[in-house]
């Protein structure tokens, strides 16, 4: 009898762990389209062996849990790629903000760009060409004005953009910082709670949602992971900062620096860390502060080496009232002043510096010129009808004024050397992106619920469940048997 009885627990054991299963089953089945779930899979316990006149026998099952399929190297590989791709795909669109910015406009009545610059210098220039023709003619003269003040004007605009794009940058990143303290301070408490409920054996949906805000996390801040004891999780930058220390976040403040925000980290400056890190926040950076200075930096040298160029070219002639400019274009002692553009803010603070920096030139550039007589069309020494020095005024479109390239090369040149970056970039992000989604094809394979998958296995513990289900029907017409002396017993 007690081998029946032993029968029996078997039996219900099966019945309890195949339900168990069933249950598992189930609960996948409820959350296949539930962000950020990782299918779960019935634990299995070998029950103790049965002896039986000196035979050892099986016990049977437990089902003892869930366990999640996950590849913690996979998610990890996956979080990290993800924060090269969301950096790239932030600093692209930057790049083609700044791009927009030099991009003729096939409508002219658009204003998303600033203008053609290119076009604007090559007209310029050529002005004085068309004035060299006929030097005393008033409507050429206006010309000149008038192509000036849209070469200024462009060159300004996109200036004024730029810093407008560094502006808005600032405000994108300081709102990533706020997004990374909420993400930290979230992880932290869900270490705590996966250390105190599993802190040997998988945490299911609680370390589902951890993996989740990681994931969240990687693509706004590049990060590294640490696994520490009792499943918990320690989270640093990828320059080693501490985020997340298991149940402690340490928050990212902001701060002004040099007109800028900067990052700080328990009062350390990182932001030139973060920037290489990886994330949104790597991306904005980086074109904060590398890809919007450098063209403004080519802008500034652009419009400094112009303004001077033109405006001592000018001074060194006569204009059609017979004035010669100062020896010094900018001077305001001597001989009157005959600038056409407003000379660029260090010539103007230090003339015997001229040069040494073109901070703000771009922006600052204007024409102050309000009187056509002024154009100097005429040499030094000659008559005002003479045309010479508008001569050399359009020599200088081929002449090597601007960091020793001609105006229109060296503008040429800035907005190649531009394009090949977002060429370059698009190329990056384009790949990186692959590797996302094959990556993420691969965890999806190990981690997603499958319907199919899950009807097989519903199928097999529902068969299991049904033959534990028959075996007690056995036992009972064995028992009854038993219990009439081995007469054959109905048994309903």
């Given amino acids: 009898m007690g081998t029946i009885n032993s029968a029996l627990s078997i039996a219900t054991g099966a019945?309890?762990?195949?339900?168990?299963?069933?249950?598992?089953?189930?609960?996948?089945?409820?959350?296949?389209?539930?962000?950020?779930?990782?299918?779960e899979a019935p634990d299995w316990q070998e029950n103790a062996a049965i002896d039986v006149d000196g035979t050892q026998v099986g016990g049977g099952v437990t089902e003892t849990?869930?366990?999640?399929?996950?590849?913690?190297?996979?998610?990890?590989?996956?979080?990290?790629?993800?924060?090269?791709?969301?950096?790239?795909?932030?600093?692209?669109?930057?790049?083609?903000?700044?791009?927009?910015?030099?991009?003729?406009?096939?409508?002219?009545?658009?204003?998303s760009t600033a203008g053609d610059i290119?076009?604007?210098?090559?007209?310029?220039?050529?002005?004085?060409?068309?004035l060299e023709s006929d030097p005393t003619d008033n409507s050429l003269r206006e010309q000149v004005l008038s192509s000036a003040s849209t070469l200024a004007g462009d060159i300004s605009s996109a200036a004024n953009s730029l810093n407008a794009q560094s502006a808005s940058i600032n405000q994108e990143a300081s709102g990533v910082a706020t997004q990374v303290n909420s993400l930290t301070s979230a992880i932290a408490q869900l270490n705590v709670q996966i250390q105190s409920t599993s802190p040997d054996s998988d945490a299911g949906t609680l370390e589902d949602q951890?993996?989740?805000?990681?994931?969240?996390?990687?693509?706004?801040?590049?990060?590294?992971q640490v696994t520490t004891e009792n499943n918990g999780l320690s989270i640093t930058t990828t320059s080693g900062q501490l985020l997340?220390?298991?149940?402690?976040?340490?928050?990212?403040?902001?701060?002004?620096?040099?007109?800028?925000?900067?990052?700080?980290?328990?009062?350390?400056?990182?932001?030139?860390?973060?920037?290489?890190?990886?994330?949104?926040?790597?991306?904005?950076?980086?074109?904060?502060?590398v890809d919007i200075p450098s063209a403004l930096s080519s802008l500034n040298q652009l419009a400094y080496s112009i303004s001077t160029s033109v405006n001592a070219q000018n001074n060194?002639?006569?204009?059609?009232?017979?004035?010669?400019?100062?020896?010094?274009?900018?001077?305001?002692?001597?001989?009157?002043?005959?600038?056409?553009?407003?000379?660029?803010?260090?010539?103007?603070?230090?003339?015997?510096?001229?040069?040494?920096?073109?901070?703000?030139?771009?922006?600052?550039?204007?024409?102050?010129?309000t009187d056509p007589n002024q154009i100097a069309a005429a040499g030094a020494a000659d008559g005002t009808g003479d045309n010479s020095n508008a001569g050399?005024?359009?020599?200088?479109?081929?002449?090597?004024?601007?960091?020793?390239?001609?105006?229109?090369?060296?503008?040429?040149?800035?907005v190649s050397t531009l394009g090949a970056t977002v060429s370059e970039v698009q190329t990056e992000n384009t790949a990186q992106n692959a590797s996302v989604t094959q990556l993420q094809t691969q965890n999806n394979a190990i981690s997603e619920v499958n319907l199919n998958d899950e009807a097989a296995a519903m199928s097999t513990m529902e068969n299991s469940y049904q033959a534990a289900s028959q075996v007690f029907t056995l036992l009972n017409t064995i028992m009854a048997s038993a219990l009439n002396l081995g007469e054959e017993t109905a048994v309903s």
Avoid: H, K
């Avoid at 009062?267 to 920037?275: E, K």
């Avoid at 050399?392 to 800035?414: H, K, R």
């Fill in 118 to 130: 290119g076009s604007d210098i090559a007209n310029f220039f050529d002005s004085f060409s068309s």
């Fill in 316 to 369: 060194s002639g006569t204009d059609l009232d017979g004035n010669t400019g100062a020896a010094v274009p900018g001077s305001t002692t001597g001989a009157m002043t005959l600038d056409i553009f407003s000379p660029p803010p260090t010539y103007a603070a230090n003339e015997a510096d001229a040069g040494s920096d073109v901070t703000g030139a771009a922006a600052a550039m204007s024409v102050v010129m």
């Fill in 65 to 111: 849990g869930a366990t999640s399929q996950r590849d913690l190297v996979l998610e990890a590989r996956l979080d990290q790629q993800q924060q090269l791709a969301s950096a790239s795909s932030t600093r692209l669109t930057a790049l083609n903000n700044i791009q927009a910015l030099f991009t003729p406009a096939s409508d002219s009545s658009s204003s």
């Fill in 244 to 289: 997340v220390s298991e149940g402690q976040s340490f928050e990212l403040t902001t701060g002004t620096v040099g007109g800028n925000t900067d990052f700080f980290l328990g009062g350390t400056d990182i932001t030139s860390q973060l920037a290489s890190g990886g994330g949104e926040l790597g991306g904005y950076l980086t074109a904060r502060d």
């Fill in 392 to 414: 050399a005024m359009a020599g200088l479109a081929g002449q090597e004024i601007v960091d020793a390239q001609t105006p229109i090369n060296y503008y040429s040149n800035f």
């Fill in 210 to 224: 951890r993996q989740q805000d990681i994931s969240q996390l990687s693509q706004l801040i590049g990060i590294n």
């Fill in 15 to 39: 019945l309890d762990a195949d339900q168990a299963a069933l249950n598992v089953v189930a609960n996948n089945v409820a959350n296949a389209n539930t962000t950020g779930y990782t299918e």
